[in-house]
């Protein structure tokens, strides 16, 4: 079981930045990988970026590759989105997901993972 919880939503300016946190409680954590997802008003909930149990494979969605980074601390129990350059496209609710691990990557398909958040609002205004 994994309880998970965003932190960190906001308004941010065209162009700006902000940092989104999720606080991962489980037993081994590292028995999990985990991602972050977005969903905007009338669109799909899609895959943003994930990262595998070790941290050391990540994978980002082609709209934020190289704007966004993920990071994980297995020790403290939390999950990072640092995001960059930000458009008005990137304004959703953030959710950070869990899902177990079965390999050294991750995949950034909803169904891999079990665990969702409440989510976070990001808006993003000129």
């Known amino acids: 079981q994994v309880h998970v919880a965003e932190t960190g939503g906001g308004l941010v300016q065209i162009g700006g930045s902000l940092n989104l946190s999720c606080i991962a409680s489980?037993?081994?954590?590292?028995?999990?990988?985990l991602g972050w997802f977005r969903q905007a008003p009338g669109k799909e909930r899609e895959g943003v970026a994930c990262i595998s149990w070790s941290g050391k494979y990540t994978y980002y969605a082609g709209g934020v590759k190289g704007r966004f980074t993920i990071s994980r601390d297995n020790d403290e129990g939390m999950l990072y989105l640092q995001m960059t350059s930000l458009k008005p496209e990137d304004a959703a609710a953030y959710y950070c997901?869990?899902?177990?691990?079965?390999?050294?990557?991750?995949?950034?398909?909803?169904?891999?993972?079990?665990?969702w958040g409440q989510g976070t609002e990001v808006t993003v205004s000129s």
């Open positions: 489980a037993s081994g954590l590292d028995d999990y990988v």
């Open positions: 997901a869990a899902g177990p691990s079965n390999g050294a990557e991750c995949e950034l398909e909803s169904y891999r993972f079990e665990y």
